[in-house]
């Protein structure tokens, strides 16, 4: 307990006046810890001072550049064709039983219905080729092993990213795993 009380009262001079070999020179200033510096600086418009500049979100590239126009569910990406499919129908219950046979039955239905399904009926005509077409781009495929996929699809929406979907194997069906709206 007393080396404990001893090192308290020989570090804290130090770690209030600093060490005296790092002491700044005239006018310099020492740099700030990471937590406490400030953030970089948002880009402007030319001439500007008081406008951002629009961010651009980061992007998976489209290595695969590929049109899904089926719901093959034994290929890997019929499933997310079946299930844009179902959200371009209206918001009823047979569009969402639609929806839901292209997921997992891993998949907990309540979930899907409150927070996946409305969210993917809200944003399908970002990915989609039309209001009645369902084919997508597929912009990358990614084999995470023997029963499990990872796929990006292409947004059509400029400001958006290119949203992730992982499908499993369930026999001889490629089922959603999980979707990103």
Not at 128 to 157: F, N, W
Not at 161 to 176: A, D, F, Q, R, T
């Amino acid at each position: 307990m007393k080396s404990l009380a001893l090192l308290i009262v020989l570090m804290v001079p130090v770690m209030m006046l600093g060490c005296p070999d790092h002491k700044p020179l005239a006018g310099e200033r020492l740099p700030l810890p990471p937590v406490y510096q400030k953030k970089q600086p948002v880009a402007v418009e030319p001439g500007d001072d008081k406008t951002p500049a629009p961010l651009k979100t980061a992007r998976i590239p489209c290595n695969v550049n590929r049109k899904v126009g089926h719901g093959d569910l034994k290929t890997a990406g019929g499933a997310l064709y079946v299930a844009y499919q179902a959200a371009l129908k209206s918001d009823s219950p047979e569009a969402f039983d639609a929806f839901s046979s292209a997921f997992s039955q891993s998949v907990d239905r309540q979930q899907l219905q409150r927070f996946v399904w409305p969210a993917v009926v809200g944003h399908v005509s970002k990915y989609v080729s039309g209001p009645y077409d369902a084919s997508y781009t597929l912009c990358s495929m990614e084999q995470q092993d023997d029963l499990r996929i990872k796929i990006h699809v292409k947004s059509h929406d400029t400001r958006k990213s290119n949203p992730p979907v992982i499908l499993v194997k369930e026999g001889e069906n490629w089922m959603i795993d999980v979707l990103t709206p």
